[in-house]
């Protein structure tokens, strides 16, 4: 099956600073999902992003498919950014979607 | 209103008894799924069912058996409950089969005892 691996696995930040965050991925894909995991375990998706480059406030991420990676940009970090950040494309090309191991972020105020 | 909801929210039982979980979703869709996520944080799939036939069935114990009475619907029954079944299991769905964003539920936290 597809291999994913995020990196860093950890990150800590001053509020107001800016990330990049990186998924790499074995196969080709035509999808990709990022997820926030809150500290409160809740999962919120994040983009849904096959190719291409989509901003949503101060968030924005980009994926190369053709280059197997995508990255999540966070800007001007907030505490409540804060949480694990999982990349998932799918398996085959199918709904199937694997989980990477995440990144774990901390914004200190 | 609650897009995927979850009940119960944890649930704390001893090993070798038999409990359910169960998921609706009201958003219309058609998809739903369970995944597991371990103690470091680890998430995989379980089970995909599409207009209550199930699609997906990864390498999981028969001790776990879903159940999709509808599509608005997804139940996970597990029997035989073992430490190792301890973890976050969590309820998405998404519109369709193929390719679509997955909403989440807010987890249903397992502790077998």
């Known amino acids: 099956g597809i291999q994913v691996e995020q990196s860093p696995p950890d990150l800590i930040l001053q509020e107001g600073a800016n990330s990049t965050l990186r998924c790499n991925f074995s196969?080709?894909?035509?999808?990709l999902q990022w997820f926030h995991q809150n500290p409160w375990g809740q999962l919120i998706n994040l983009f849904y992003i096959p190719s291409g480059t989509k901003q949503n406030g101060r968030l924005s991420a980009t994926t190369v498919a053709t280059e197997r990676y995508s990255l999540l940009y966070i800007s001007s970090s907030q505490t409540t950014d804060s949480g694990v950040y999982f990349c998932?494309?799918?398996?085959?090309?199918?709904?199937?979607?694997?989980f990477g191991t995440g990144t774990r972020l901390t914004i200190i105020p | 209103d609650t897009a995927v909801s979850q009940t119960p929210k944890y649930l704390v039982t001893q090993m070798g008894n038999d409990k359910s979980i169960k998921c609706e979703q009201n958003l219309g869709h058609d998809t739903m799924y369970w995944y597991k996520q371990d103690s470091k944080k680890f998430l995989k799939i379980m089970f995909s069912?599409?207009?209550?036939?199930?699609?997906i069935n990864e390498t999981v114990p028969n001790r776990f058996s879903p159940k999709s009475p509808d599509k608005a619907h997804l139940n996970l029954h597990i029997n035989s409950l073992e430490l190792g079944d301890s973890a976050v299991y969590f309820c998405?769905?998404?519109?369709?089969?193929?390719?679509?964003?997955?909403?989440f539920g807010p987890g249903t936290r397992l502790t077998v005892l």
């Open positions: 998932a494309p799918p398996e085959d090309g199918n709904e199937k979607l694997t």
């Open positions: 998405a769905s998404s519109q369709s089969a193929s390719l679509n964003t997955q909403y």
């Open positions: 196969d080709s894909v035509n999808n």
């Open positions: 069912y599409n207009n209550k036939e199930l699609i």
